[in-house]
T-cell receptor, first 109, second 116 residues
Framework: GQNIDQPTEMTATEGAIVQINCTYQ??????LFWYQQHAGEAPTFLSY??LDGLEEKGRFSSFLSRSKGYSYLLLKELQMKDSASYLC??????????WGAGTKLIIKP | ETGVTQTPRHLVMGMTNKKSLKCEQH?????MYWYKQSAKKPLELMFV???????ENNSVPSRFSPECPNSSHLFLHLHTLQPEDSALYLC???????????????FGEGSRLTVL
């Protein structure tokens, strides 16, 4: 079956760096998305990777290894507003999105 | 207004009630979606509409009935729901209308449904 695994919850300190991992098993692969969802709000797009490597966008970076079925989201210089859930989703060969259950990130002062 | 708007934001209903959720997108997108979000579970795709035509129904019980009168509006009609249907219902849209879910999704803030 198709599956996405990511940690349920992580805690980090303001100003630090945190890496949220995501592993996927899908029938074919057409890219991987990361979304951010603050409590009570809509998920919002963060990144899309389809080629191996690291893509940087300000304080956030996303990495993909297709051979390992692995991605991570790297958040630098953490701010309190980064407290949110981070959703990983992979596109399979039929362009269907397979979602993870999300990682709740708690930032402490 | 911009983006994707959902109403109502909160809804409490009994198991015998009939209610509807509404979604409107102001982005000129061709595809619209209904998702169910339950605590600590992955997003569950319920329905997909491309150019107003339903292209996906992921074995959703008939007590959920979607309606897409045009490419900007999407409804989810609710009838004789069960307590386990309590969840956050998210509407989303995307530019791509060619089938599947290619491209970035734009979500509404969701309708929090409680079934008593």
């Amino acid at each position: 079956g198709q599956n996405i695994d990511q940690p349920t919850e992580m805690t980090a300190t303001e100003g630090a760096i945190v890496q949220i991992n995501c592993t996927y098993q899908t029938s074919g692969f057409n890219g991987l998305f990361w979304y951010q969802q603050h409590a009570g709000e809509a998920p919002t797009f963060l990144s899309y990777n389809v080629l191996d490597g690291l893509e940087e966008k300000g304080r956030f970076s996303s990495f993909l290894s297709r051979s390992k079925g692995y991605s991570y989201l790297l958040l630098k210089e953490l701010q309190m507003k980064d407290s949110a859930s981070y959703l990983c989703a992979a596109l399979d060969s039929n362009y269907q999105l397979i979602w993870g259950a999300g990682t709740k990130l708690i930032i402490k002062p | 207004e911009t983006g994707v708007t959902q109403t109502p934001r909160h809804l409490v209903m009994g198991m015998t009630n009939k209610k509807s959720l509404k979604c409107e997108q102001h982005l000129g997108h061709n595809a619209m979606y209904w998702y169910k979000q339950s605590a600590k579970k992955p997003l569950e795709l319920m329905f997909v509409y491309n150019f107003k035509e339903q292209t996906e129904n992921n074995s959703v019980p008939s007590r959920f009935s979607p309606e897409c009168p045009n490419s900007s509006h999407l409804f989810l009609h609710l009838h004789t729901l069960q307590p386990e249907d309590s969840a956050l219902y998210l509407c989303a849209s995307s530019q791509d209308g060619a089938g599947g879910q290619v491209g970035e999704l734009f979500f509404g803030e969701g309708s929090r449904l409680t079934v008593l």
